[in-house]
């Protein structure tokens, strides 16, 4: 058998001549709704922290930590979304619900469940049951995510976990890479499509449907360029 004037490569050597030939596509700006699975081409940088405020753990009771346990009057609510205007002074609790807006003056949330109602004179008070330390059940400003903290980095792919990571920091829109076409061409006068009956010597083309999918799945954008027969 007559040696082949083409010889063997490496797969390392063969991918590192396909690159040499690859072109740098032009980076895209897309919203968050139309990223999913692109490629980062930009570092992304929290503006502001996560949580912006302390937000309570739990629905309970903010109170001053030093007070202990004991009864108080409720002189207020706190509820998500809407911050006290009035601060919680020593000798006094608050309501509040999780991820409320921790009121000024208390350093801790006593969950409900350690909490027992009590009226007094017509008036709303509660018995706080166990003591508890500067910010029990309080979610710090910035625990999350920091204000100036790398999120994400360039060259990481955008799941679903990524772009909420980028809504929760108030990104709208995203540089990327544009998703390579590549185009996969079958030839050969042996190989139909998957859907036809294969002839005497013919086989059903199977390779191009899967390099398709590969190309899908890897997240690019596959083009069906068909069967070419040798004579073509």
Request: proline letters at 11%.
């Amino acid at each position: 058998m007559p040696e082949s004037p083409y010889p063997m490569v490496p797969v390392s050597e063969a991918l590192a001549i396909v690159l040499e030939q690859a072109l740098t596509l032009s980076k895209q700006v897309v919203s968050l709704r139309n990223c999913l699975g692109l490629v980062l081409a930009e570092d992304i940088v929290a503006r502001e922290p996560q949580p912006p405020f302390p937000a309570s753990v739990k629905d309970g009771f903010a109170v001053v930590a030093a007070d202990g346990p004991g009864d108080y009057p409720v002189i207020g609510e706190v509820t998500a979304g809407h911050p006290a205007d009035f601060r919680v002074r020593p000798g006094a609790v608050a309501y509040i619900t999780t991820g409320a807006p921790v009121p000024e003056g208390a350093d801790a949330v006593v969950m409900v469940e350690d909490t027992e109602p009590i009226l007094r004179d017509g008036q709303r008070w509660v018995r706080i049951k166990r003591p508890v330390k500067p910010g029990d059940d309080i979610r710090p400003v910035g625990v999350d995510v920091e204000a100036g903290q790398r999120i994400l980095t360039a060259g990481e792919r955008l799941g679903p976990a990524e772009i909420g990571l980028l809504a929760t920091v108030g990104v709208t829109s995203v540089i990327v890479h544009p998703r390579p076409r590549v185009a996969v061409l079958s030839t050969g006068d042996e190989v139909v499509e998957p859907d036809q009956q294969p002839g005497p010597g013919q086989i059903r083309d199977s390779n191009r449907t899967m390099l398709l999918t590969a190309v899908q799945a890897a997240g690019g954008e596959p083009v069906d360029l068909g069967i070419a027969g040798d004579s073509q």
